[in-house]
């Protein structure tokens, strides 16, 4: 019955973790951490490298399929995936010289807000009216926008995701399934990266919960990126902003209850 529970559990936090990755480039672990932390009662930093090596599988495979279907941008994206890389150390290092503050809940509000974004004003940009940028102002862009993301995550430690879908659709200009496919190949990296510290660092995992976990991810975020990149605009801009909406009030409830 413990298996089967488990199983439960990784599996219902897996479709939330797999969605919001193949619609939205939104990082794993803010679903399944807090889902894993609540019911399982895992260590929270545990917890946090299971979600993130969840992360690099779901993120790889979304990248792919985008890729497949020409929407991602990767010269861009690695500029953008190094710069984060860096910067997210840096802001990590400065977070650990000021006082803990309360933003444990900025990325479930900054999802449930593009959320709303979404539904209200969607992302309608065209992928010719994007490629019309000069490619050494995109590359500046890349570079400046992976610095702001990047030391965020590290101050934060939270909210990758979906700050790079919100920089490259409203500040970059990129259109939303190129924008998507961008943030999952830097995603695939960073969460990579964050993985293979926290089990260097806490030890290794749960096996089982890992294993329910990466497979439920995969398999959802397979499905939301296929049908992302088949999707209308219009209809892809609903249905990532119905599908993040959902999951930040999802997520907010669970933390609740964990209270």
Request: some cysteine.
């Amino acid at each position: 019955m413990e298996i089967l529970y488990k199983f439960i559990v990784c599996f219902i936090a897996g479709i939330g973790a797999g969605l919001g990755t193949g619609f939205a480039g939104m990082s794993a672990a803010a679903v399944i951490s807090p889902m894993l932390i609540t019911f399982l009662g895992m260590d929270a930093y545990n917890a946090v490298g299971i979600a993130l090596a969840s992360d690099v599988l779901a993120s790889a495979v979304s990248a792919y399929t985008y890729k497949k279907n020409k929407n991602l941008d990767v010269r861009n994206g690695i500029v953008m995936m190094l710069t984060v890389l860096i910067f997210t150390v840096v802001g990590s290092w400065v977070s650990s010289l000021v006082p803990n503050s309360a933003m444990g809940n900025f990325s479930v509000f900054m999802t449930m807000l593009l959320g709303i974004k979404f539904i209200v004003k969607p992302v309608m940009t065209t992928k010719q009216k994007m490629m019309e940028v000069d490619a050494k102002k995109r590359v500046a862009q890349s570079i400046v926008c992976g610095m702001v993301i990047g030391f965020i995550c590290g101050f934060i430690g939270a909210g990758g995701g979906m700050m790079m879908l919100l920089i490259l659709t409203s500040v970059m200009g990129y259109e939303l399934k190129t924008a998507v496919g961008t943030s999952v190949f830097i995603m695939t990296f960073t969460a990579l990266t964050g993985a293979v510290s926290h089990f260097a660092i806490g030890g290794a995992p749960d096996v089982m919960s890992l294993i329910f976990c990466v497979a439920s991810t995969l398999l959802w975020a397979r499905i939301a990126a296929v049908f992302a990149n088949k999707a209308k605009p219009a209809t892809l801009n609903r249905a990532t902003g119905v599908v993040l909406l959902i999951l930040g009030i999802v997520i907010l409830g669970v933390n609740f209850v964990s209270k």
